[in-house]
């Protein structure tokens, strides 16, 4: 709503060293892209960093490559909260999840939500957990609702709906 938010940079950016071409890594299948919004939070003052992403679904080693991408677009975007969604196409304990939860500071929202059943339902149709909701900056934003819309699978895709709710603290 522009009434609560100010938009203040949107774009996409390809998963290699060119990210503003439209390009793929050598070991990728697919083109692999993020897309970002930056947004300002009128109530609380906060900065809101967004992106989604859809990584490698054949290679774990294009994973990882498309992984450090997304580290290295992230943290040029300025921000002081950043929520990153996406199909990683990785279970958890997986490198790249360790690397964003261990080395760059996100939490998993199916962690540490207030209301959460606890469990790790699979997010895709016939298999595990591929897909996630990562937040950074604890101090500034309360994780309150996870869950996975496993009653709604939709026909053009083959992965349940995730939803989460914030609260962004002043």
């Excluded at 990153?84 to 999840?97: A, M």
């Amino acid at each position: 709503k522009k009434s609560t938010f100010t938009l203040l940079k949107d774009g996409t950016y390809w998963l290699t060293n060119t990210p503003n071409e439209v390009s793929k890594i050598g070991s990728s299948e697919y083109y692999r892209i993020m897309t970002f919004t930056v947004l300002y939070h009128k109530a609380s003052g906060n900065i809101i960093k967004y992106t989604n992403t859809h990584l490698d679904n054949e290679s774990g080693a294009a994973r990882e490559e498309q992984a450090k991408y997304l580290d290295k677009y992230i943290d040029q975007l300025p921000s002081y909260v950043s929520i990153v969604t996406g199909d990683f196409n990785e279970q958890p304990g997986g490198t790249v999840f360790s690397k964003m939860t261990n080395t760059h500071g996100y939490s998993s929202l199916a962690k540490i939500a207030a209301t959460t059943d606890g469990q790790s339902h699979k997010t895709y149709e016939t298999g595990p957990v591929y897909d996630y909701i990562f937040i950074k900056d604890k101090a500034r934003i309360k994780a309150l609702l996870y869950d996975v819309r496993t009653s709604s699978i939709e026909e053009n895709s083959d992965h349940y709906p995730l939803y989460g709710k914030f609260q962004l603290i002043n």
